[in-house]
């Protein structure tokens, strides 16, 4: 892009015509479940606002309970509703993505919408995510992408009722200011050499890249899901009043609010309000909205299908080990999914012991419960642990382990596999709860 057209482009989408898309153009979303990620604050609280009023069940998830507890009573109390909820999410975390993720396929059979909203600009260069990634990248690209590759299955069910689930990529113009080539690999997960050129980027580069990542998932989402009926958008929500610049210092902060004028952050949240619920944005698979509302066009990088696949591939090899792992909503039962390759890898009589335990009492504060589920772990657990995909078991049987004792089932020592290391938490856990039955009969 010339020097004039990226001026072009940035007055257009930094001042944009009046909206012709508003608040009341969204239409009834009863029935409709919505999560919006980052949901406790700026763009991403707005967008709860406006969904909560038109009726949809929405999920706010966010990653400080303080601040998700505060905006989810504020949002209460304002529209009067009472179908929200909140849900423990970090983004640089894949752990808590994957306990959010199987949150809400407890609590639901499907999702219509899911807002990719949450993203943070300019950490501290030297933050990294938990497993390593650039705090930059990991946030805002890996992390998103994880979370909506564990919730395909519900996408899936809602766009198996009416071929229309959407999810919505937040990125932003600065995808247009960012490095060319737009993604420079060696920064994403630093090791030694690839640190320098990590922290020779600096924050604002590698947020811009960040951004670009955002738009090709989604361009990548949106080539292999579209024909099901999964609608994958991304967009530049505007320049938005929000706390996106806290990481900046003080000096960026006020040059840039000399040089832009911020737009309140109510009209933030109308691009992506359109996008997730609007009649046109069924339509929309694989395109880039610009403010207000309209259909634009990202950097012509983006659109580049060698860079894009490779950062698909690359995602997939990073979270290979959750993102194959699945866990079912009680509703689903024992009904057991081919994995994705198309080959089922689960032995004949594990669906069969876990609708024994489906049909056993949960309550863990009842102790024939706790014997009942006890017993079938006893019986169950050299299976299970020899089953190759254990990771894929139903989340309401792990939970079930909480109740059992930790030191009868020690992990072997070499598993046939690596993603069993996700059990250790599992077990930490199981360990923490099994205490704390065991206060519990104590008191
Ligand atoms: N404002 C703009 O002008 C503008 C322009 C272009 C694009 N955007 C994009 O719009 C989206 C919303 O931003 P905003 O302007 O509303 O900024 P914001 O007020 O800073 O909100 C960002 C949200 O993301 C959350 N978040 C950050 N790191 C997270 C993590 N590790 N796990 C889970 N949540 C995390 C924040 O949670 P905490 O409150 O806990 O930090 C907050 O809820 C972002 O993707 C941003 O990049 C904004």
Same mark, same amino acid.
């Given at each position: 892009?010339?020097?004039?057209?990226?001026?072009?482009?940035?007055?257009?989408?930094?001042?944009?015509?009046?909206?012709?898309?508003?608040?009341?153009?969204?239409?009834?979303?009863?029935?409709?479940?919505?999560?919006?990620?980052?949901?406790?604050?700026?763009?991403?609280?707005?967008?709860?606002?406006?969904?909560?009023?038109?009726?949809?069940?929405?999920?706010?998830?966010?990653?400080?309970?303080?601040?998700?507890?505060?905006?989810?009573?504020?949002?209460?109390?304002?529209?009067?509703?009472?179908?929200?909820?909140?849900?423990?999410?970090?983004?640089?975390?894949?752990?808590?993505?994957?306990?959010?993720?199987?949150?809400?396929?407890?609590?639901?059979?499907?999702?219509?919408?899911?807002?990719? &909203?949450?993203?943070?600009?300019?950490?501290?260069?030297?933050?990294?995510?938990?497993?390593?990634?650039?705090?930059?990248?990991?946030? &805002?690209?890996?992390?998103?992408?994880?979370?909506?590759?564990?919730?395909?299955?519900?996408?899936?069910?809602?766009?198996?009722?009416?071929?229309?689930?959407?999810?919505?990529?937040?990125?932003?113009?600065?995808? !247009?200011?960012?490095?060319?080539?737009?993604?420079?690999?060696?920064?994403?997960?630093?090791?030694?050499?690839?640190?320098?050129?990590?922290?020779?980027?600096?924050?604002?580069?590698?947020?811009?890249?960040?951004?670009?990542?955002?738009?090709?998932?989604?361009?990548?989402?949106?080539?292999?899901?579209?024909?099901?009926?999964?609608?994958?958008?991304?967009?530049?929500?505007?320049?938005?009043?929000?706390?996106?610049?806290?990481?900046?210092?003080?000096?960026?902060?006020?040059?840039?609010?000399?040089?832009?004028?911020?737009?309140?952050?109510?009209?933030? !949240?109308?691009?992506?309000?359109?996008?997730?619920?609007?009649?046109?944005?069924?339509?929309?698979?694989?395109?880039?909205?610009?403010?207000?509302?309209?259909?634009?066009?990202?950097?012509?990088?983006?659109?580049?299908?060698?860079?894009?696949?490779?950062?698909?591939?690359?995602?997939?090899?990073?979270?290979?080990?959750?993102?194959?792992?699945?866990?079912?909503? *009680?509703?689903?039962? !024992?009904?057991?999914?081919?994995?994705?390759?198309?080959?089922?890898?689960?032995?004949?009589?594990?669906?069969?012991?876990?609708?024994?335990?489906?049909?056993?009492?949960?309550?863990?504060?009842?102790?024939?419960?706790?014997?009942?589920?006890?017993?079938?772990?006893?019986?169950?657990?050299?299976?299970?642990?020899?089953?190759?995909?254990?990771?894929?078991?139903?989340?309401?049987?792990?939970?079930?382990?909480?109740?059992? *004792?930790?030191?009868?089932?020690?992990?072997?020592?070499?598993?046939?596999?690596?993603?069993?290391?996700?059990?250790?938490?599992?077990?930490?856990?199981?360990?923490?709860?099994?205490?704390?039955?065991?206060?519990?009969?104590?008191?």
């Amino acid at each position: 892009m010339s020097m004039l057209a990226m001026l072009r482009t940035f007055i257009d989408q930094s001042y944009p015509p009046a909206p012709t898309f508003t608040e009341a153009d969204v239409p009834d979303l009863a029935g409709k479940v919505v999560l919006v990620t980052g949901g406790n604050t700026g763009i991403g609280k707005e967008t709860v606002r406006v969904v909560l009023e038109h009726g949809a069940r929405v999920y706010l998830a966010c990653r400080s309970e303080e601040k998700g507890k505060a905006a989810v009573k504020e949002l209460l109390d304002l529209t009067g509703k009472t179908e929200l909820f909140l849900l423990s999410l970090d983004l640089s975390s894949f752990a808590s993505i994957r306990n959010c993720a199987d949150e809400l396929k407890r609590k639901e059979t499907k999702l219509d919408v899911l807002f990719n &909203n949450a993203g943070l600009m300019a950490p501290p260069i030297q933050q990294l995510t938990a497993e390593g990634y650039d705090m930059t990248f990991g946030t &805002n690209v890996v992390g998103p992408y994880l979370l909506t590759k564990l919730l395909h299955p519900l996408l899936q069910a809602a766009a198996a009722e009416h071929h229309d689930a959407r999810v919505v990529h937040t990125s932003s113009l600065g995808h !247009a200011a960012g490095p060319k080539p737009c993604i420079t690999w060696e920064s994403l997960k630093p090791g030694e050499p690839g640190e320098n050129k990590r922290r020779s980027m600096g924050p604002d580069n590698l947020y811009y890249q960040s951004k670009a990542g955002v738009i090709m998932v989604a361009n990548e989402l949106a080539r292999r899901y579209g024909d099901e009926g999964i609608i994958h958008m991304s967009l530049h929500p505007g320049t938005i009043k929000s706390e996106l610049g806290r990481n900046w210092p003080l000096s960026q902060r006020i040059s840039y609010s000399l040089f832009i004028r911020l737009k309140p952050t109510a009209l933030g !949240a109308i691009t992506q309000l359109y996008a997730g619920t609007s009649p046109e944005g069924k339509h929309l698979n694989g395109k880039y909205l610009i403010p207000w509302a309209r259909v634009g066009k990202s950097r012509d990088d983006m659109q580049d299908e060698k860079i894009s696949g490779r950062l698909w591939e690359w995602l997939e090899e990073q979270t290979a080990a959750v993102a194959t792992y699945r866990s079912f909503s *009680p509703a689903e039962g !024992a009904v057991w999914a081919e994995s994705e390759s198309g080959h089922s890898t689960e032995s004949e009589s594990v669906p069969a012991r876990v609708k024994e335990l489906d049909e056993l009492p949960h309550n863990v504060g009842d102790m024939p419960s706790i014997a009942k589920v006890k017993n079938w772990y006893a019986q169950s657990f050299d299976e299970l642990i020899h089953f190759p995909s254990m990771l894929s078991l139903p989340s309401h049987i792990r939970n079930a382990l909480l109740v059992q *004792p930790p030191d009868h089932h020690q992990l072997p020592e070499s598993t046939p596999n690596p993603s069993l290391m996700f059990m250790n938490d599992d077990f930490a856990s199981m360990a923490l709860g099994y205490e704390r039955c065991q206060d519990d009969r104590r008191t």
